[in-house]
């Protein structure tokens, strides 16, 4: 089973930056998509970026220009390196990774909180 672990959530001020890693293990050579989600307090879960296998980004529009993903395969982590922080990029940050079989995994989420 695919293990993940984030880390790098915390208060920032709004105009400020984050860099959140998500560190995997198990059988990861499997693994096809990875990706990080959000979900804001009281509100549903919400795609914010995913990087596959080939190295192709993908961005929600909320975040484009302000977000990047980011993967070093010799550490087994990926990263979310977050600028321009906003109060509403508020939310717990989940690491997901998608294996070939379909299989979906996730972290236990690192809160990010922005302070106005």
């Known amino acids: 089973q695919v293990r993940l672990v984030e880390s790098g959530g915390g208060l920032v001020q709004a105009g400020g930056s984050l860099k959140l890693s998500c560190v995997a293990s198990?059988?990861?050579?499997?693994?096809?998509?990875m990706g990080w989600y959000r979900q804001p307090s009281g509100q549903k879960r919400e795609l914010v970026a995913t990087?596959?296998?080939?190295?192709?980004?993908n961005y929600a529009e909320s975040v484009k220009g302000r977000f990047t993903i980011s993967r070093d395969s010799a550490k087994n982590t990926l990263y979310l390196q977050i600028n321009s922080l906003k109060f509403e990029d508020t939310a717990v940050y989940y690491c997901?990774?998608?294996?070939?079989?379909?299989?979906?995994?996730w972290g236990q989420g690192t809160q990010v909180t922005v302070s106005s």
């Open positions: 990087l596959s296998a080939g190295g192709e980004a």
């Open positions: 997901a990774a998608e294996t070939h079989d379909d299989n979906l995994y």
């Open positions: 198990g059988p990861i050579f499997n693994l096809n998509v």
